[in-house]
């Protein structure tokens, strides 16, 4: 995916709608000469580029498919564990009278804590490679990568827009890429490290013993963990083997032409040659920052720790016996979201929730149900209702500032 790159529309709506048409409090506006002189060159630019917000054609059929996914996977998620708990599930009123007032303070202490290490992520390295702090543009960028990246598929529409978002509070584009470059290549980099780890830990302790799901959430959770595996890969490859990983990647473009899967060869090969220059780029800025690198993979390695650790907080909130199985439902939460991370819905919703209730049918009892949909909200919907809410609030300021002007 190139999301560095400008993205065409003649079409689009006010970006102010979806991407913070008004100043954040406290944050002033970067002027263009606010880039640090100590930038490589080829990522300094003496003017703030135009960037267009992404196409919003047809964004009403996405919506009606997301919702429909979204009833989808309730559906299923209620339905799977009907069966599996034999209708033994415990009603709204009786699993609200099971929830603990310490569990759910610590439940929300970790919600907050990803919410808020996301936000740090950017803060350090916005201070990197633009030499600011920026809290308000790293807080908001935050938001709405979650958000976008749940309403599309494969989680591909946050970084066009919080570039895009970050252009409009007066970063350059390049310094912009950059930032979400690093961000996200960092993310997932931890996210596929500490999965890897826990997935060898549950096989070690045996989290999934007893499970009469156990064989496949194993094998589609091997499978997902080796597809998130291939970016970070091919990355590391081209950084340091970089003649061969050439070689190979020409290699294959030609098998793919002979296959008639790639049409033209010299685009497709200048496309993957470009992301991986784009993302060697943005590594150089953060490196030469040892101090910001760290705490930027500080925060990477946090926030994927405590987004695992989620359903062990849902559950020791709904009161369900957890004794020492910390570790063995961080594994059992790894195994089912790597098992559908290469399904292509938005959040993996439709899938997630049933691969949820098999995973986690032996530690959760009769809390089953509401135990994984508490846990979807905590990693998935609340980021859909705080971009409504964004957006809800944006088209207001929006509206507000227009009638001001028109007086």
């Avoid at 569990?103 to 633009?130: E, H, R, S, Y």
């Avoid at 509070?169 to 931890?190: D, M, T």
């Avoid at 530690?363 to 509401?370: E, S």
Wanted: hydrophobic letters at 50%; one cysteine or more; proline letters at 4%.
């Amino acid at each position: 995916m190139e999301i560095n790159e400008t993205p065409a529309s003649g079409e689009e709506e006010d970006a102010a709608a979806h991407n913070g048409g008004a100043e954040e409090c406290g944050d002033a506006p970067a002027r263009e000469g606010d880039v640090p002189a100590a930038q490589p060159a080829d990522l300094r630019q003496d003017t703030v580029n135009t960037v267009l917000p992404p196409k919003k054609k047809r964004r009403w059929i996405w919506n009606l498919v997301l919702v429909a996914i979204i009833a989808l996977g309730l559906w299923g998620l209620f339905g799977i564990s009907g069966e599996i708990t034999d209708g033994e599930g415990m009603t709204f009123s009786e699993a609200m009278s099971k929830i603990n007032a310490p569990g759910a303070v610590l439940l929300a202490a970790v919600v907050l804590g990803v919410m808020v290490v996301d936000c740090l992520k950017f803060c350090f390295v916005n201070k990197a490679v633009i030499g600011r702090v920026r809290p308000a543009v790293a807080i908001k960028t935050s938001f709405l990568g979650k958000f976008y990246d749940n309403i599309t598929p494969f989680a591909t529409g946050g970084q066009p827009m919080q570039i895009y978002y970050m252009t409009t509070k007066g970063v350059n584009v390049s310094l912009s890429s950059a930032v979400v470059l690093i961000r996200y290549f960092g993310s997932i980099f931890a996210f596929t490290f500490l999965g890897a780890l826990f997935m060898i830990l549950g096989v070690c302790f045996g989290a999934l013993d007893g499970n009469q799901s156990g064989t496949l959430i194993q094998v589609v959770g091997w499978v997902g963990l080796g597809v998130n595996l291939i970016l970070p890969t091919f990355i590391a490859f081209f950084v340091f083997f970089p003649k061969l990983a050439n070689r190979c990647t020409t290699w294959f473009i030609n098998v793919g032409v002979k296959l008639h899967i790639v049409k033209n060869k010299e685009r497709v090969m200048a496309k993957a040659l470009k992301i991986i220059d784009d993302f060697v780029s943005s590594f150089k800025i953060i490196i030469k920052k040892p101090l910001w690198l760290v705490l930027f993979l500080l925060c990477c390695f946090a926030e994927n720790f405590l987004t695992f650790s989620v359903p062990y907080f849902v559950m020791n909130a709904f009161s369900c016996e957890l004794d020492g199985m910390f570790i063995a439902v961080i594994s059992l939460n790894v195994f089912a979201t790597f098992g559908v991370s290469f399904i292509p819905t938005p959040g993996n919703t439709g899938v997630v929730e049933g691969m949820g209730v098999l995973a986690f049918r032996t530690v959760a009892g009769a809390t089953l149900a509401w135990s994984v949909l508490f846990w979807r909200f905590a990693v998935y919907y609340i980021y859909i209702i705080i971009g409504i809410v964004m957006t809800v609030v944006d088209l207001i300021v929006k509206n507000v500032k227009s009638a001001r002007r028109g007086q």
